[in-house]
């Protein structure tokens, strides 16, 4: 059984630093809400990479040196900013 | 001064933003725990919480990644969605733990300025005394393979240990972590109670010292890679009897929090 977090490949590491950012930089994460495709393309990255963040495609996010754990953190935070009221519900 | 108290505390951020995924019975039983805990830091009156955690690329994103580094600042902050948090640091014991533990042996990390961890921020949310009193975060690299093994994980809480029983401060000893979870893989949603529940059964017996023998590959198969948090505090206690104060798995996390008599 492959192990379930990996050395992130440097290969990787502009499309995990978006996600870091959208996991941690509100204002990055803003830009992207506002405008995805041109915050992703400033930031550095190409089409395959923004058609497999845009969609949180975990598989294909993986396949391209995304670490697992920026995937789940930064698609969380992007539903607590664009869907806030499926939180802190009790 | 040697330790007054030890505990081990998840940080489940659902824990803290109570999303509608979750069993709302359950979550509130687990906060009942953290008021247990928090009750037991009360009464053991410590100057000083000294916290192991593993930051979750935050602090430290792909820029440095240290194995083991100690939080030398005045103040520490940082942000998870509206809670937003500082706690004051105690430097002078911060700053013997780093100096020691160089001396020690172990080659540490430090930093004055990093934005600190929900990892470290949950489980005080919950558990920090009132009146408040410092901290001092200490990482442990969990998530950024590779990490520091379960053997080295031991050794550094057995130097902690030795570095705190010479201070003059009372230090309450938390690790923030697990128990069994998959965030961003595949497996979310099956963690392995199995494991962490025949792990709980080693800790009450007092055989925590067989955690430095186990391997990374086998924490990251159980979804137990924050478990070297655990095993750092292990090394500080000992063969004190782990006390569970509550184990209760959700549909994605294994939540256990669990004293120790020091």
């Known amino acids: 059984m492959a192990l379930h977090y990996t050395f992130p490949p440097a290969s990787g590491y502009p499309l995990n630093r978006c996600l870091y950012r959208l996991k941690s930089d509100d204002a990055f994460r803003d830009a992207y809400l506002q405008d995805p495709e041109a915050t992703l393309r400033e930031a550095g990255l190409d089409a395959e990479r923004i058609a497999a963040l845009r969609t949180l495609d975990r598989d294909r996010l993986l396949a391209l040196g995304a670490h697992a754990y920026l995937v789940f953190m930064a698609g969380m935070r992007l539903k607590m900013t664009t869907a806030p009221q499926t939180f802190e519900r009790f | ?262």
């Open chain 2, 1 to 262: 001064m040697p330790l007054c108290a030890a505990a081990a505390l998840p940080h489940t951020p659902q824990l803290l933003v109570r999303p509608e995924t979750e069993d709302r019975d359950m979550v509130l039983r687990v906060h009942a725990g953290y008021a247990q805990v928090n009750r037991e830091l009360e009464a053991a009156r410590p100057d000083v919480i000294c916290v192991l955690g593993g930051d979750h690329i935050e602090g430290f994103f792909l820029t440095s990644v240290p194995a083991l580094a100690v939080y030398v600042g005045s103040t520490v902050s940082g942000k998870f969605d509206r809670y937003r948090y500082t706690f004051d640091v105690h430097e002078p014991l911060a700053r013997a733990i780093l100096e020691q533990g160089i001396e020690r042996g172990f080659d540490l990390t430090y930093s004055q300025d990093l934005a600190l961890d929900y990892a470290f921020y949950v489980p005080l949310h919950f558990a920090m005394p009132e009146p408040r009193v410092p901290i001092v975060p200490l990482y442990v690299n969990v998530y950024l393979p590779p990490q520091p093994t379960p053997s080295r994980c031991y050794a550094w809480g057995q130097a902690l240990r030795a570095i705190f029983d010479a201070r003059p401060e009372r230090v309450a000893l938390l690790a923030s972590g697990g128990l069994s979870h998959f965030p961003g893989s595949l497996r979310y949603g099956s963690p392995d109670y199995e494991w962490d529940r025949q792990m709980l059964e080693r800790l009450t017996a007092g055989r925590g010292a067989e955690t430095a023998a186990l391997t990374g590959e086998e924490l990251d198969k159980a979804g137990n890679v924050e478990f070297r948090t655990w095993i750092t505090l292990l090394g500080a206690v000992g063969s004190a009897k782990a006390s569970v104060v509550c184990y209760e798995p959700s549909w994605h996390h294994g939540n256990a929090i669990v004293t120790w008599p020091v």
